[in-house]
């Protein structure tokens, strides 16, 4: 069965300094991974996805994410973190052939701190 | 653009009664789905449509929970009787194709008391 993991209830840093949102993934197939955000009280945003190519991908608000095929893994990075981008993050998997399905992890509350 | 509209954003019942979401994806996308994002975890698919055809509802509880795209463009999602359990952000998303990226609404929020 397909899943994804996010291994950190919470990560904490400090306004400035690198975030690093941590996603590792178990599929069968060749996987579609997605980054999305969750303000509190609204819906998800996209932030960005990989399909296929480049490893690292480039997303909203200076996000970035690098895929990694051999640890299985799609972890979310941005170099200089805002007080802004506190919020939970969720991590998800879709298969190419099996519809639009999108099974997430269970989401990672990031708190950046001035 | 508009995005995907929700309505009601708050919903308060008691158990047993009925609830009704609605949900109008953004124009020209033919996908629409409906989630549920219990506290504390990550979505999980309720149901999706094709245009006003059901591509997956394996997840729907289909004996309290219904839901319908008549002609293709906004959707119900109802749920009759409600339980305890059924608590939860109900969030409505929509793609050009099932291929294509989602986008979501703001959720409804529900509490069964």
């Known amino acids: 069965a397909q899943s994804v993991a996010q291994p950190e209830d919470q990560v904490n840093v400090a306004e400035g300094n690198p975030l690093t949102v941590k996603c590792t993934y178990s599929?069968?197939?060749?996987?579609?991974l997605f980054w999305y955000v969750q303000y509190p009280n609204r819906g998800l945003q996209f932030l960005l996805k990989?399909?296929?190519?480049?490893?690292l991908v480039k997303g909203s608000y200076g996000f970035e994410a690098e895929f990694n095929k051999s640890q299985t893994s799609f972890h979310l990075k941005k170099p200089s973190a805002l007080v802004s981008d506190s919020a939970l993050y969720f991590c998800?998997?879709?298969?190419?052939?099996?519809?639009?399905?999108?099974?997430f992890g269970q989401g990672t509350e990031l708190s950046v701190k001035p | 653009e508009a995005g995907v509209a929700q309505s009601p954003r708050y919903k308060i019942i008691e158990k047993r009664q009925s609830v009704a979401f609605w949900c109008n994806p953004i124009?020209?996308?033919?996908?629409l789905y409906w989630y549920q994002q219990i506290l504390g975890q990550g979505p999980k698919l309720l149901i999706q449509?094709?245009?006003?055809?059901?591509?997956?509802d394996s997840q729907l509880p289909k004996d309290r929970f219904s839901a319908e795209r008549l002609k293709g463009v906004d959707s119900t999602l109802k749920i009759q009787p409600a339980k305890l359990e059924d608590s939860a952000v109900y969030l409505c998303?929509?793609?050009?194709?099932?291929?294509?990226?989602?986008?979501f609404g703001p959720g409804t929020r529900l509490l069964v008391l």
């Open positions: 124009s020209g996308h033919a996908t």
């Open positions: 998303a929509s793609s050009l194709s099932a291929q294509e990226t989602q986008y």
């Open positions: 990989y399909i296929t190519g480049d490893n």
């Open positions: 998800a998997v879709r298969l190419y052939n099996q519809g639009g399905k999108l099974i």
């Open positions: 599929v069968s197939g060749n996987p579609y």
């Open positions: 449509f094709q245009n006003n055809g059901v591509v997956d």
